[in-house]
């Protein structure tokens, strides 16, 4: 076989200064380094205060201080601007966690995603003005009628997407005997539902003139696409000033049809975590909606989230320690053969639980087992020599989300810095 063949070419190896290289192709491939080592003094506080509790299965964990300077520095957007703060629900789904919320931005308004967190909320804390985030199904607003007295209903503004489900709540008022206040959704350019069409938007308003039965209470325009927009060749400056544009066009139809409004008594809601600090006040909408940027899952690492910090881990024990890593019987020549490249994989671990929507942070280099697999019930994690874990110690992932983990653990474990001080109880888990 020639030297210069790709099979000699890839498996041609050198050691310069220690490190391995491997020549693909013409390109050299440094082997992994160690990123193996001691847990940070952070999780080593936390896990001794997680250890004084015997925590003996994965558990969320919410640091209440992080969570507080967190909400803080959200608040100040309120004070700058003169926006109204409106909590999201579904990413912040216990109730406690949503008090500390609505003590911080001093506002009892919430944003709600589906009927059985609505109904949970309203009948714990009735003070709460719940505007619904996405549109129900009539059926499940009925059902949503049903559970609660008429004085919370009125706490309630719908979420309304097209004419045609517009048409569906004026029957279920005029069924009902009930008002139903009415918030309409706009395209604003992201194309995931709501009124694009100035037209239909013209005709949903004009019918409010004609609907006892309804009452409009403004808009709802999400924007969430200009934070995720790269910023060149003017792809998020353009998606910007169409959002606002958008609004604007809505907000002259809805005067021009229904009368002078004042904005003051309107909902006229915009943003959620990625964008709301975009938004200055000068605009048509008149408050923000923010949850995750409380907690600041992974998933929001943002350049305008960069003040916040981190307020929500996965703590789980290690069950099992083994000096090396070893795949099963029939592909243990396999986890040889990796050893013998990344040394990060010279160890192997399996936690309580693992396959979550998390990434593994503490103790450093230690990562989720790609040749094992995924596992819900024990995850296999590897690691170099530099992480020396003993059965029962504890290691933490970092969550992507809020919304789809807060639900998954049972109660939240409050640590105030130095201890675990509370537990707070979630909503029951609901899609």
């Known amino acids: 076989m020639p030297e210069t063949s790709q099979a000699h070419r890839w498996s041609r190896r ?78 912040l789904p216990c109730l406690p966690l949503m008090d500390e919320v609505a003590s911080a931005w001093s506002s009892r308004k919430v944003m709600a995603f589906n009927a059985a967190q609505t109904a949970a909320l309203l009948q714990a804390r009735p003070d709460a003005q719940v505007l619904l985030g996405k549109p129900f199904p009539v ?68 019918s409010f003139k004609s609907s006892p039965g309804l009452q409009w209470r403004g ?14 060749a003017g792809m998020r400056s353009t998606a910007w000033g169409t959002a606002r544009q958008r609004y604007e066009r809505a907000w002259a139809l809805a005067q021009q049809l229904l009368g002078p409004q004042r904005r003051q008594d309107l909902t006229l809601n915009t943003a959620g975590s990625p964008t709301f600090r ?9 408050e923000v909606s923010v ?27 290690v069950l099992k320690a083994w000096p090396r890593f070893r795949l099963p019987e029939g592909a243990t020549w396999l986890s040889r053969a990796a050893q013998a490249w990344d040394r990060n994989q010279a160890r192997g671990y399996a936690i309580h639980g693992g396959h979550w929507l998390a990434d593994p942070v503490s103790p450093p280099g230690l990562q989720a087992s790609g040749l094992y697999g995924p596992s819900s019930n024990q995850q296999v994690m590897v ?8 059965a029962d110690q504890l290691v933490f992932w970092r969550p992507r989300q809020s919304e789809a983990l807060l639900l998954q653990f049972g109660d939240l474990l409050v640590y105030d810095g130095e201890r675990i001080t509370d537990s707070w109880p979630v909503l029951p888990a609901s899609a």
């Open 291 to 317: 949850g995750s940027a409380a907690l600041l899952p992974s998933d929001f690492d943002k350049p305008l989230l960069s003040d916040l910090q981190p307020a929500v881990f996965i703590a789980t024990p």
């Open 219 to 232: 808009f709802m325009g999400y924007d969430a696409h200009v934070a995720a927009l790269p910023d060149v």
């Open 278 to 286: 975009l938004h200055d006040g000068q605009g048509v909408p008149n």
């Open 14 to 91: 050198r050691w310069l200064g220690g490190s391995a290289l491997l020549a693909t192709g013409g390109a050299w491939l440094a082997r992994p380094a160690d990123h193996g080592g001691p847990a940070e003094p952070y999780f080593q506080g936390l896990g001794r205060a997680l250890q004084a509790q015997a925590l003996a299965q994965a558990r969320l964990v919410v640091d209440l201080p992080r969570l507080r300077t967190n909400l803080a520095r959200i608040g100040s957007h309120q004070r700058k601007t003169g926006m109204a703060l409106r909590a999201v629900l579904k990413s």
């Open 139 to 206: 059926a499940a607003a009925a059902q949503l009628l049903g559970q609660l007295p008429p004085q919370r209903i009125a706490a309630i503004e719908w979420l309304v997407d097209t004419e045609a489900r517009l048409a569906q709540y004026r029957q279920l008022a005029q069924a009902r005997g009930q008002v139903l206040r009415i918030n309409l959704e706009i395209d604003v350019g992201l194309h995931r539902g709501g009124f694009e069409d100035e037209a239909d938007l013209g005709r949903a308003l004009a």
């Open 383 to 390: 690691a170099s020599d530099s992480v020396e874990l003993q």
